[in-house]
T-cell receptor, first 118, second 114 residues
Framework: EADIYQTPRYLVIGTGKKITLECSQT?????MYWYQQDPGMELHLIHY???????EKGDLSSESTVSRIRTEHFPLTLESARPSHTSQYLC?????????????????FGAGSRLTVL | KNQVEQSPQSLIILEGKNCTLQ??????????LRWYKQDTGRGPVSLTI?????NTKSNGRYTATLDADTKQSSLHITASQLSDSASYIC?????????????FGRGTQLTVWP
């Protein structure tokens, strides 16, 4: 079944640790995104990718980095986690293309990774 | 400034009742408006997407309306069920770029009581 998967779902780590949040999709979507969401707040785009070897920073400044070596895989890495990084991280993907009528950019989200840094 | 405002922030209703959630936006130029449902601890799931020319769109017990002149949208839920308890997020896309930048509201937290 075509879907988008995130691991781990929950992660509690100490300050200074390096972490990687995994995101994989089986829908063949070209565009992938990482959003950060805090309770009661809107989603903020932190990274996106148009395709393999393409990565861009989003609207919200983030100390995390991403890579896109394969179409289906879009991992997010924090080299040295801090308590301020505690948040929910949502991965999403969409088909490439322009225009609202085609339905382009309708996002399919993963279940999220909730990160807690102590 | 492009913004999306949702009201109410939270809502409690009894099972079987109807409710309406509101979304006002200032995004311009407008491309489309989507409603997402986000269950606790899960990612958002798309309910409807509406373009400029669409006034109403239904998805089962969910009916979304759009007034592009007043820049308002509503999501009406009929005969609510316990499983409708979730956050409902309004998302507006502009036509300013190929990517179609998305503006997210903070969501309305709906709780349905038995």
């Amino acid at each position: 079944e075509a879907d988008i998967y995130q691991t781990p779902r929950y992660l509690v780590i100490g300050t200074g640790k390096k972490i990687t949040l995994e995101c994989s999709q089986t829908m063949g979507h070209d565009k992938m995104y990482w959003y950060q969401q805090d309770p009661g707040m809107e989603l903020h785009l932190i990274h996106y990718s148009y395709g393999v070897n393409s990565t861009e920073k989003g609207d919200l400044s983030s100390e995390s980095t991403v890579s896109r070596i394969r179409t289906e895989h879009f991992p997010l890495t924090l080299e040295s986690a801090r308590p301020s990084h505690t948040s929910q991280y949502l991965c999403a993907s969409s088909v490439a293309g322009e225009g609202a009528v085609s339905g382009a950019n309708v996002l399919t989200f993963g279940a999220g990774s909730r990160l807690t840094v102590l | 400034k492009n913004q999306v405002e949702q009201s109410p922030q939270s809502l409690i209703i009894l099972e079987g009742k109807n409710c309406t959630l509101q979304c006002n936006y200032t995004v311009s130029p407008f491309s489309n408006l989507r409603w997402y449902k986000q269950d606790t601890g899960r990612g958002p799931v798309s309910l409807t997407i509406m373009t400029f020319s669409e006034n109403t769109k239904s998805n089962g017990r969910y009916t979304a309306t759009l007034d592009a002149d007043t820049k308002q949208s509503s999501l009406h839920i009929t005969a609510s069920q316990l499983s409708d308890s979730a956050s409902y997020i309004c998302v507006v896309s502009d036509r300013g770029s190929t990517l179609g930048r998305l503006y997210f509201g903070r969501g309305t937290q709906l709780t349905v009581w038995p």
